[in-house]
């Protein structure tokens, strides 16, 4: 079965970064496109970035772009969110995704908080 694990989330100082990874099993990882999405509490759930299965093409959300970096690893079954100058905005549960089969997979979530 689709599964994906996220984790590097943490506690950082404004300007400070993380990387998230998202570990995926139960599908050719190299087939797919893979996604990365937040939830701020309060708010709904939505898109910082994606990346097509090859890894050729991306896209992220105005709020990150130029501090957000999505790769992926095929041979790690691994794909990655590198944050850079945090903001306290960007602070939310941060879920990777997958559309297999014409339905949504999600991640667990790793929790991402920017605050002094």
């Known amino acids: 079965q689709v599964q994906l694990v996220e984790s590097g989330g943490g506690l950082v100082q404004p300007g400070g970064s993380l990387r998230l990874s998202c570990t995926a099993s139960g599908f050719t990882f190299s087939r797919y496109a893979m996604s990365w999405y937040r939830q701020a509490p309060g708010k709904e759930r939505e898109l910082v970035a994606g990346?097509?299965?090859?890894?050729?093409?991306?896209n992220y959300a105005n709020s990150v772009k130029g501090r957000f970096t999505i790769s992926k690893d095929p041979a790690k079954n691994t794909v990655y969110l590198q944050m850079n100058s945090l903001k306290p905005e960007d602070t939310a549960v941060y879920y990777c995704?997958?559309?297999?089969?014409?339905?949504?997979?999600w991640g667990q979530g790793t929790q991402v908080t920017v605050s002094s």
């Open positions: 995704k997958v559309v297999y089969a014409r339905s949504d997979y």
């Open positions: 990346i097509t299965n090859t890894g050729g093409l991306t």
